[in-house]
Each structure stands twice: as structure tokens, then as C-alpha cells.
């Protein structure tokens, strides 16, 4: 990927894909990449989206058919494995847990349908665990 700063939010289960988030060179396009090539095989523009201020720099695969992406100021993307398919999903009870001032920094995979987020509220940083479903 000449020309790029690409960060790259991890590999597929069997090792086949990667997640590449060009941030911040160009926030606005996420990608699936083949390995060892780096050919792309999908993308998914923020603006397909209506993401203002595009992806941030934390994400990652979600077992082998989705990946979870962090829309910067607008929450969390999930998204299928060829980036078909993509909306913002709702997590019930952020807005109690978080404050009026709470904001997601970043968003970790850690199994199938369950990931981490790091949440901020002013001087305040906590993990909390999700589940899709």
C-alpha cells in the first residue's frame, strides 16, 4: 500500500484477510485487504454512512464474518466480512453509563459478538464489556 498510512485493525480467523484502517491519512475509507498480497478486496467509505468525521484507528474482526469498526464521534460500525453490509449499531444503556460528556476511545474485538470499549468522561477512563446480539 504505497502512498498510504495505513493501521492495520487485525487479521481474519484463518489468516487470510486484514482489516486495514488508513487513519490518519485518510479516515474516511476502511478496508479488507487479502494476505500476503494486500490486494483490496472491499472498502467502505464513511460517507456511505453519513460518518462526519469518518474511522478512527481501533477495531477488528468479529469471529469470521464480521468486523467492528470505530466511527469517530458517532459510535460503533459493525460491519460483514466483505463490508456489504455496515450500519452503526445501538448500544442499550450507553447513554446512562456514560454521562452527558462520555465518549468511546476506543473498541477491541474479543470473541464472536462480544467487544470492549474504552469509554471517557472528562478525566475519567473505563472498560466495559458488549455483546451483540
Known amino acids: 500500500m504505497p502512498a498510504e498510512d495505513p493501521v492495520i485493525g487485525g487479521f481474519s480467523a484463518d489468516g487470510s484477510r486484514f482489516l486495514v ?5 485518510d479516515p474516511e475509507t476502511a478496508a479488507i485487504a487479502s494476505w500476503p498480497s494486500g490486494d483490496i478486496l472491499a472498502r467502505l467509505d464513511a460517507s456511505d454512512l453519513d460518518l462526519p ?19 469517530t464521534e458517532a459510535g ?40 470492549v470499549i474504552a469509554t471517557v468522561e472528562g478525566r475519567e477512563a473505563r472498560a466495559t464489556l458488549w455483546r451483540i446480539g
Open 21 to 25: 484502517l488508513p487513519y490518519p491519512s
Open 53 to 71: 468525521q469518518g474511522f478512527d484507528l481501533t477495531g477488528g474482526w468479529l469471529g469470521a464474518d464480521h468486523v467492528l469498526l470505530l466511527a
Open 76 to 115: 460503533l460500525v459493525l460491519a460483514t466480512a466483505d463490508l456489504s453490509e455496515a450500519a452503526l449499531i445501538e448500544l442499550t444503556g450507553w447513554e446512562e453509563m456514560a454521562g452527558d460528556d462520555g465518549w468511546i476511545s476506543h473498541a477491541f474485538p474479543v470473541g464472536d459478538d462480544t467487544f
